[in-house]
């Protein structure tokens, strides 16, 4: 029998344990020790991730896993938007997400949030415009890879007016069934994780 889209996660995450941050932070306080300088740094902003549930589950859990992976983020809300149509592939992804947090321990709720109509370019913005709204004193982290043209337009409209500093893009050269696959177990040079305000790249570790 065929593993399914969470199975496979939790075979990807026993596999590749050795790559995946184990240390135990709480959401609220980060402690960073940069020894070769002798700076500490100290967090206590909240993290606000924003994602978009699109034609493959793939693209919502790996682009999320490559952020977290090369930018250490440890979100404390991750917000979800998706079709009607799409609702049990949101259910899919909402527990592939859950496994990718429970592996780097962090605690973090996912709230979904449905978009009504199909083509509704308002519907998605005005979602992602509350979300920002309510999230005020949060770093707000915006991934439009898996989101369809018309969720991230009007999202990518609202990250501009807020000037929202982290917007991703998880690049693959090519999205055919090699592709469908966890985001460690595709090789790295494949793929590229940008960032669309600053324009830094990220790939091959």
Same mark, same amino acid.
């Given at each position: ?10 075979? $990807? ?14 959401? *609220? ?17 909240? &993290? ?9 589950? +793939?693209? &919502?859990?790996?682009?999320? +896993? ?10 404390? #809300?991750?917000?979800?938007?998706? /079709? $009607?149509?799409?609702?049990? /592939?949101?259910? $899919?992804? &909402? ?13 973090? *709720?996912?709230? #979904?949030?449905?978009? #009504? ?17 309510? $999230? ?11 989101? /369809? ?25 090519? &999205? ?13 040079? /494949? ?15």
């Amino acid at each position: 029998m065929p593993l399914n889209f969470t199975s496979i996660i939790s075979v $990807s995450l026993l596999l590749n344990c050795h790559t995946i941050h184990l240390q135990k932070k709480t959401n *609220n306080y980060i402690l960073r020790v940069t020894s070769f300088i002798g700076v500490i740094e100290l967090s206590e902003k909240d &993290v606000t991730f924003i994602t978009f549930v699109g034609r493959s589950e +793939w693209a &919502v859990v790996n682009s999320f +896993w490559a952020i977290l992976h090369h930018r250490d983020l440890r979100p404390s #809300k991750v917000h979800i938007l998706f /079709r $009607s149509s799409d609702e049990d /592939r949101a259910e $899919s992804c &909402v527990e592939g997400l859950n496994q990718i947090l429970e592996a780097e321990e962090i605690s973090c *709720n996912i709230e #979904k949030h449905e978009v #009504k109509e199909r083509f509704d370019l308002m519907g998605p913005a005005e979602i992602v415009e509350e979300i920002m709204e309510k $999230s005020e004193e949060s770093k707000i982290v915006l991934d439009i890879t898996p989101a /369809r043209k018309f969720m991230a337009s009007g999202s990518l409209v609202q990250a501009m007016k807020r000037d929202v500093e982290d917007v991703y893009y998880l690049y693959i050269d090519e &999205v055919d069934e090699s592709a469908k696959r966890p985001y460690l177990d595709i090789p790295l040079p /494949r793929q590229e994780l940008l960032e669309m305000t600053g324009g830094e790249h990220f790939v091959k570790d």
